[in-house]
């Protein structure tokens, strides 16, 4: 029912920034918890961000201090805002919406179509 769409990827030098959106359809993100998930070639898919309805939020240690989550229901529509970007933060980056909060991709029910995010040194 509930369809998410992400964009903002690109390619950046190490230091950069980047906002990525999703933007939900279907469903009004109010009521759901929503997540950031990554995956890089060859690897898992590994969680990154998630904030539930109240606002509470939690993240990676890997992009502490560097990567913040807003909301801007009004617009149906969640951000990512990635600074100080390092080679390693490159990745597809995945929403994803489900009606529980957790860290693990399983929890997750609606998944967007994700956006390549490249970091040059």
């Known amino acids: 029912q509930l369809q998410l769409v992400e964009s903002g990827g690109g390619s950046v030098q190490a230091g950069g920034s980047l906002r990525l959106s999703c933007a939900a359809s279907?469903?009004?993100?109010?009521?759901?918890?929503v997540s950031w998930f990554r995956q890089a070639p060859g690897k898992e898919r590994e969680f990154v961000y998630v904030?539930?309805?109240?606002?509470?939020?939690t993240y990676a240690d890997s992009v502490k201090g560097r990567f913040t989550i807003s909301r801007d229901y009004a617009k149906n529509t969640v951000y990512l805002q990635m600074n100080s970007l390092k080679p390693g933060d490159t990745a597809v980056y995945y929403c994803?919406?489900?009606?529980?909060?957790?860290?693990?991709?399983?929890?997750?029910?609606?998944w967007g179509q994700g956006t390549q995010v490249t970091v040059s040194s």
């Open positions: 279907g469903g009004a993100f109010r009521n759901y918890v």
């Open positions: 994803a919406a489900g009606w529980t909060w957790g860290t693990n991709a399983n929890a997750y029910n609606y």
């Open positions: 904030v539930n309805r109240s606002g509470g939020e």
